[in-house]
């Protein structure tokens, strides 16, 4: 008598929005925006739902944030939360350095690249987003676009710091209305009466 044959399991190579947002921890709306933008790959099934590649899913799963620098311990809980994205370390620790010594202690997190960004966003808006606009891979511009068409997004105050001077900005298709650019080197004072706005709403003088 013959042994039956062994029963061959058949890897899905794509998913559906919602198993692509339980992968990637994130709202099915975010996932939805990231398909329109193009940051995750897809089509359309003929009765209208996505179907999403695995191997997108799993590429943004593989660019996870980098071990973040010496983490800010609030001395008392906080609803400031900050997330400041640059590439270049130094700045980074330049900002840890000032950003430690302002006086409402807020939650920050570090982070070097856009699309590790994107998705440290999409778990937990921030309160203050802190961006470089000219860096490697997916650039500023780019994640101010998307970030622009979630609608979570729109309470949060978002503040470009750049070395780019406002043609060459432009030049690059500019950034969305109510995003505020400051320039290099990176104007701290200002930066901390955005925060302190940000904390205390009602009592808050514009510096």
Known sequence: ??????????????????EAADLLGMSVGTVQLWVESGMLQAWKTTGGHRRVLRDSVDALLQRRAPAPLAPIAPIEASPLRVLVVEDDVHLLRLYQAHL?????????????????????????????????????????????????????????KIVAVSGLDALEIEQRGGVPSGVEVLPKPIPFQRLLAIATALDHPVNAVSA
């Open 1 to 18: 008598m013959s042994k039956p044959a062994p029963i061959t399991t058949i890897q899905k190579n794509f998913c559906t929005t919602r």
């Open 100 to 156: 430690a010594a302002w006086p409402m202690r807020p939650e920050v997190k570090f982070i070097d690249n856009a699309i590790a960004a994107l998705m440290e966003i999409g778990k937990r808006r921030p309160d203050l987003l802190i961006t470089d606009l000219n860096m490697a891979g997916m650039d500023g511009f780019s994640m101010l676009r998307v970030l622009r068409q979630t609608p979570e997004m729109l309470l949060c």
